[in-house]
């Protein structure tokens, strides 16, 4: 079983920066596309980022086209997410999550939870107004 672990959260000004890390345990790291989620309170865990296995694919929610980009280095098992011009509606507590298979999404798919089996704990990422 993989483990995961999130960090880089923090406090920041709305239009600042933060960088997200997600370590990952194990040896089939670089098999499997990953994921970065957020969930705020009250509301679902939604979908923000994926990157495929090996890093050419990569798919984002329409609210952080533009400002977030997720990257990937299979060597250090680890997967990032460069979240720049940060607004106060990206506060949110974000997760990493591998995908429970080594498939991309079609086309006409975009990825869900569900697609998702393992989780980090969540790093908090909180801006400011």
């Known amino acids: 079983q993989v483990q995961l672990a999130e960090s880089g959260g923090g406090l920041v000004q709305a239009g600042g920066s933060l960088r997200l890390s997600c370590a990952a345990s194990g040896r089939t790291f670089s098999n499997y596309a990953m994921g970065w989620f957020r969930q705020a309170p009250g509301k679902e865990r939604e979908f923000v980022a994926a990157i495929g296995w090996s890093g050419d694919s990569t798919a984002y929610v329409d609210s952080v086209k533009g400002r977030f980009t997720i990257s990937r280095v299979n060597a250090e098992n680890t997967v990032y997410l460069q979240m720049n011009n940060l607004k106060p509606e990206d506060t949110a507590v974000y997760y990493c999550?591998?995908?429970?298979?080594?498939?991309?999404?079609?086309?006409?798919?975009?990825?869900?939870?569900?697609?998702?089996?393992?989780w980090g704990q969540g790093t908090q990422v909180t801006v400011s107004s």
């Open positions: 999550a591998r995908k429970k298979d080594s498939s991309w999404y079609r086309w006409y798919q975009s990825p869900h939870s569900t697609d998702f089996s393992s």
